[in-house]
């Protein structure tokens, strides 16, 4: 074997399968927890990087809220309306590529992103951004310049907070910098997408068609947190809006069939009772057949009350952990009315892919009214599939046509004579409000078929029945981390990532996959045997695929071969209690381990992580950081390991005290 690649599989860490020391080889490396965009993500990538995954789904197909069933003859998607991005190039389509799927499916640029009905208003919002902001001054030229300048304010937000995509990881003086190299994400970091509009135009009914895509993201503009709803507008104009040939269900498909090639596997019908923990650390899962599937790591795409609730249970977790959670509020819910029917769109003379019809001008007057169940005011989304040119849903000469408008899971009574007479009533009045632009549908209905977040919860257990995540409030912008205080469990979803849709998701499953291929780094060298094992499984030609994307992904040098010796250094300044301090600081006195443990939820390992060949953590930090030629002196390792968290706390927490001064840690020498 070449030495180049000896060398990196030996000294990365990021190989596939790779065992720390001290391990014995698990039957699988990863277990999936669910087959949302986040764990397919996740399950396919890890799988192409070599890790042996096993993704459990306990419905009987893959996909969650991205995929599809079948009524008399029709087809229809679940949840899907459209993706943000996918196409080379964009940061989507990179995932795709990395996963292997981009040649597995098909995607349709939609033309038109989206027709506005208000009060007086009818306005069509073309694909692009040119052609988005011509189309704008056109309809309101005395606000052009307002326009442009809030289309800049989005193009500036979407661009910086792009590159703050590695957050989790970043090191304390980047952080620090974030005010002056992202300062549109600064700017409008506790703004509502309300206080963007007021801020460049004055219209109502321009604000209100600029703003219109909240119905995509959850809370109306005065309550969304701008970061999300100026970002996601910025990705559908110049990322595009794009329709999956065959409806989402073959993007679900397409990562679970690569997952399969690379010799993983995925159960459907399999529901897991619990993720196995000892000592801090996750050793598997227990199915609700009782089979115990040991691994080394688990990748939750559970909701984060499904996970930490009831499969990992409150004992496994840091006391008081669980009270982030009781702060955070799921997203609303949606209702769906799925319709077959007889004729085309052409009969309304409809060539939309989708419309938005508003009673009102006032979305916060909307939302209200849609999530006390009163609907006297709504927003409803109608989307025609069978207007891209896609033959997968409707017979000739019928098309398909999905209703979908916002509620609360709260509201639906749990008597079953109850909650059909509320289905039916509500159901009813969308099929009304429908009327209002397509005159006479009823007519045309040969199936129909109604969802509400009940039904959606059925499917998939999630909370509150939301394909949202949490609610995108500017309060609830830090979301959850991809890693969790609970050694090698990872999440990945619409919980994680503060964005929106089945994009973000993905791109969640990314973050995923990349903090395990760190983790195993960070537990050591492989051995020998591991080793072996790793050559054992995976051809030598796929072995060069994987290192060269590991290296991509954690950022090492391409060339191992030319890699220079490390050179020696005078050893840094000793910030260590238990090695002697030359700094002009005294060492830290390292008191509240239980704080950090019990309250704030850090396992030991995420401080004493392992060391190659040695299973247990080092007796000191000084024993490595302070060697010759060390990756990371000890001053750098120490203030990267705690300063770096304490500031994640306080950015988070603004009643947080975390000390992040040095002289809130250290005593100055005298």
């Known amino acids: ?126 694909a692009d951004r040119a052609a988005a902001e011509a189309a704008l001054c056109v309809r309101w030229p005395e606000e052009c310049s307002g326009i442009h300048a809030f289309h800049e304010e989005m193009r500036a937000v979407a661009e910086q907070s792009s590159e703050l995509t590695d957050m989790q990881r970043r090191s304390s003086l980047s952080k620090l ?12 970091l506790r703004a509502d997408l309300q206080d963007v509009l007021d801020r460049y135009v004055q219209d109502e009914a321009l604000k209100a068609v600029l703003g219109q895509l909240w119905i995509y993201y959850g809370p109306p503009p005065a309550e969304l947190w701008a970061v999300i709803g100026l970002s996601a507008n910025h990705g559908y104009l110049t990322d595009g809006a794009w329709h999956i040939r065959g409806s989402s269900q073959a993007l679900a498909d397409a990562y679970a069939e690569r997952i399969v090639e690379l010799g993983g596997e995925v159960r459907t019908g399999v529901r897991v009772a619990a993720i196995e923990v000892e000592a801090g650390r996750v050793r598997g899962v227990t199915t609700a057949d009782g089979e115990r599937i040991p691994s080394r790591y688990v990748v939750s795409n559970a909701d984060p009350w499904q996970t930490f609730e009831r499969l990992v249970g409150e004992a496994e977790l840091p006391p008081g952990w669980l009270k982030r ?72 000469g019928k098309s398909v046509l999905v209703l979908n408008t916002y509620t609360d899971i709260r509201t639906w009574p749990a008597d079953r004579a109850a909650y059909a007479a509320e289905k039916e009533r509500v159901a009813g009045r969308m099929m009304e409000l429908a009327e209002r632009v397509l005159p006479g549908l009823s007519r045309h209905v040969e199936v129909m078929e109604v969802a509400t977040p009940r039904t959606l919860q059925s499917f998939t257990l999630v909370q509150a ?130 704080a950090h443990t019990d309250e704030y939820g850090v396992a030991c390992v995420d401080c004493h992580h392992l060391v190659a060949g040695n299973p247990s953590p080092p007796a000191s930090c000084a024993s490595c950081h302070d060697q010759e030629g060390a990756h990371l002196d000890l001053p750098d390792a120490s203030h990267r390991t705690c300063r770096g968290c304490h500031l994640d706390e306080r950015e988070a927490d603004a009643r947080s005290q975390a000390p992040v001064a040095c002289l809130e840690c250290h005593e100055e020498r005298r």
């Open 325 to 396: 959670l009781d702060r955070m509020e799921p997203a609303n819910g949606l209702m769906a009315v799925y319709l077959g029917l007889d004729t085309e769109p052409s009969t309304w003379g409809v060539r939309d892919h989708e419309i938005f019809y508003n009673t009102t001008l006032d979305a916060e007057r909307a939302y209200t009214s849609m999530m006390s169940g009163a609907y006297d005011d709504a927003v409803l989304t109608l989307t025609f599939y069978t207007n891209l040119g896609d033959d997968f849903y409707a017979p000739p």
């Open 177 to 188: 910098l974030i005010p002056i190299q992202q300062p549109a994400v600064v700017r409008n």
């Open 1 to 126: 074997m070449p030495r180049r690649l000896l060398f990196t599989l030996a000294a990365l860490l990021a190989a596939p399968g790779a065992l720390a020391a001290g391990d014995k080889p698990e039957p699988f490396d990863v277990v999936v927890v669910g087959s949302g965009m986040g764990g397919l993500s996740a399950g396919a990538l890890l799988s192409s990087y070599g890790f042996h995954v096993l993704l459990l789904e306990q419905h009987h197909k893959v996909g969650g809220c991205t995929s599809s069933f079948e009524r008399g003859g029709f087809r229809f998607d679940t949840a899907l309306h459209e993706m943000l991005g996918g196409a080379p190039g964009t940061e989507l389509g990179e995932v795709l590529h990395a996963a292997g799927v981009d040649e597995k499916v098909d995607l349709i640029r939609i033309p038109v992103l989206y027709r506005s009905i208000f009060p007086d208003v009818d306005f069509t919002m073309p």
């Open 465 to 594: 029945g939301t394909p949202y995540g949490f609610d995108r409030t500017p309060e609830q912008w830090a979301f959850l981390p991809n890693h969790s205080p609970i050694d090698g469990l990872f999440l990945a979803g619409a919980w994680t990532t503060p964005g929106h849709g089945v994009g973000t998701a993905q791109l969640s499953g990314r973050e995923a996959a990349r903090q395990v291929l760190e983790r195993e780094r960070a537990r050591g060298l492989i051995d020998g045997e591991a080793l072996q094992a790793i050559l054992d499984r995976v051809p030598v030609d796929r072995l060069r695929e994987v290192v060269a994307q590991a290296e991509a992904y954690v950022g090492l040098p391409t060339d191992a071969d030319s890699r220079p010796e490390p050179t020696p250094r005078p050893v840094g300044p000793v910030l260590d209690a238990t090695s002697g301090a030359t700094s002009r600081y005294l060492p830290v006195m390292f008191h509240s381990h239980a």
